[in-house]
């Protein structure tokens, strides 16, 4: 699975848009990219993922740049519950029993 | 959305002990399931795969005959920490799929394992 490289930390200020980056020149046409969110001592979860369009669902959009290199997560209003790690991963399309290779991510910390 | 669910949140006990961690998936098919461990400060690391009726398979450097996982059924796997010891504390958390609707991975809560 191609690498992906993410700012380690980011401040958001309640209410503002979150924009989180995530750089993965080396994916592959077939590899799709994944985010999920571990807030503190609970498991991840999966937030969005897409291969070459962009995507939105009711958590959040997902901008994926035409050469498929890099990649933005936004939060539209961020809350103080959006408090976590996010990871950006690339993964493997077809049968979803992939595995998923977790890197450090991003701590975002949403602010009063 | 998916739930998967993940008992127990919390386990104290002494070295030598066995410890059995569940993860069931509440609302659909896990033929696929996924073990992880995460220590403190570190991101999680896969330790090993299970689909539903085989053997489970190991990554590279966790000992199949420590970390027994079993996965007999497609709502339930089990994974059993034998005769752990203090370097065994962590948070163990668990993920499924359904491989055949090709569903994102959804993740347990985690079980955080404390070893004296």
């Known amino acids: 699975d191609a690498k992906t490289t993410q700012p380690p930390s980011m401040d958001c200020a309640e209410g503002r848009a979150a924009n989180l980056p995530c750089n993965h020149s080396?994916?592959?046409?077939?590899?799709?990219v994944y985010w999920y969110r571990q807030i503190h001592s609970q498991g991840p979860q999966y937030i969005i993922h897409g291969l070459k369009n962009n995507e939105t669902n009711e958590m959040a959009s997902l901008i994926i740049t035409e050469d498929r290199k890099s990649s933005t997560l936004i939060l539209p209003h961020a809350t103080l519950r959006d408090t976590a790690v996010y990871y950006c991963i690339v993964r493997l399309s077809g049968g979803s029993n992939y595995k998923l290779t977790f890197g450090k991510g991003t701590l975002l910390t949403v602010n009063p | 959305g998916a739930v998967v669910s993940q008992h127990p949140s919390r386990v104290i006990c002494k070295s030598g002990t066995s410890v059995k961690i569940e993860c069931r998936s509440l609302?659909?098919?896990?033929?696929?399931m996924f073990w992880y461990r995460q220590f403190p400060k570190q991101s999680l690391m896969l330790m090993a795969t299970s689909n539903e009726g085989s053997k489970a398979t190991y990554e590279q450097g966790v000992e199949k005959d420590k970390f027994l996982i079993n996965h007999a059924s497609l709502t339930l796997s089990t994974l059993t920490v034998t005769s752990a010891h203090p370097e065994d504390s962590s948070f163990y958390i668990c993920?499924?799929?359904?491989?055949?609707?090709?569903?994102?991975?959804?993740f347990g809560d985690g079980t955080r394992l404390s070893i004296l």
């Open positions: 609302d659909f098919q896990a033929t696929t």
């Open positions: 993920s499924a799929t359904d491989s055949l609707s090709n569903q994102p991975q959804h």
């Open positions: 080396t994916i592959s046409g077939n590899e799709y």
